[in-house]
Nanobody, 121 residues
Framework: QAQLVESGGGLVQPGGSLRLSCVASGSIFSINAMGWYRQAPGKERELVAQITSGGRTDYGDSVKGRFTTSRDNAKNTVYLQMNSLKPEDTAVYYC???????????????WGQGTQVTVSS
């Protein structure tokens, strides 16, 4: 099995910052892309940021210039630094990883349980 566990969510005022972390654990052979998605009430889940094992990044249009993703391959951890937060960033943020478990013939997509981020004064 493989598990993703997020941490770092919470309540922050507009203009503030938060840093999310996500650790992958279990019987993991390799991890390819890792990323962050978010889902606000009544809306579809959307891509926030993604990073490949080589460090190439991609961002959703609404967060470009404000959010930065990075990863520590040795720790199987991905981070999301969120700056200049806006009320519209309020959502549940989910970690995602495309990884191969030990002994598995192909990659699988795994999700964390989600962490709430609320931007409000």
């Amino acid at each position: 099995q493989a598990q993703l566990v997020e941490s770092g969510g919470g309540l922050v005022q507009p203009g503030g910052s938060l840093r999310l972390s996500c650790v992958a654990s279990g019987s993991i052979f390799s991890i390819n892309a890792m990323g962050w998605y978010r889902q606000a009430p009544g809306k579809e889940r959307e891509l926030v940021a993604q990073i490949t094992s080589g460090g190439r990044t991609d961002y959703g249009d609404s967060v470009k210039g404000r959010f930065t993703t990075s990863r520590d391959n040795a720790k199987n951890t991905v981070y999301l630094q969120m700056n200049s937060l806006k009320p519209e960033d309020t959502a549940v943020y989910y970690c995602n990883a495309n990884l191969r478990r030990v002994g598995a013939p192909y990659d699988g997509s795994y999700w964390g349980q989600g962490t709430q981020v609320t931007v409000s004064s």
